[in-house]
């Protein structure tokens, strides 16, 4: 049961870090109201919000979506640690 429990948690944490990367990508290529950049906004812009209120951009760099890697990193790590 463990063993299924620590997968979900890295498949997960894989596929939000995968979505943060991909909306990263398409930032340069696509205006922000298009359907896929709505689509993952609604997704990841109440993951990224809060991490934006405390560290604002600096000049035209989003430093959020890298925080918010690091911090689903360590909160999957920590998750799975429990399990193990």
Do not use: C, E, K, W
């Amino acid at each position: 049961m463990s063993f299924f429990i620590v997968q979900l948690i890295r498949s997960v944490a894989n596929l939000l870090i995968l979505l943060l990367v991909i909306d990263a990508i398409l930032s340069f290529f696509m205006p922000p109201y298009h359907p896929t950049r709505a689509a993952l906004g609604r997704i990841l812009n109440p993951l990224l919000d809060p991490i934006r209120r405390v560290v604002p951009p600096v000049g035209m760099f989003d430093f959020s979506p890298l925080i918010l890697i690091i911090l689903i990193q360590i909160v999957a790590n920590l998750l799975i640690s429990l399990f193990l």
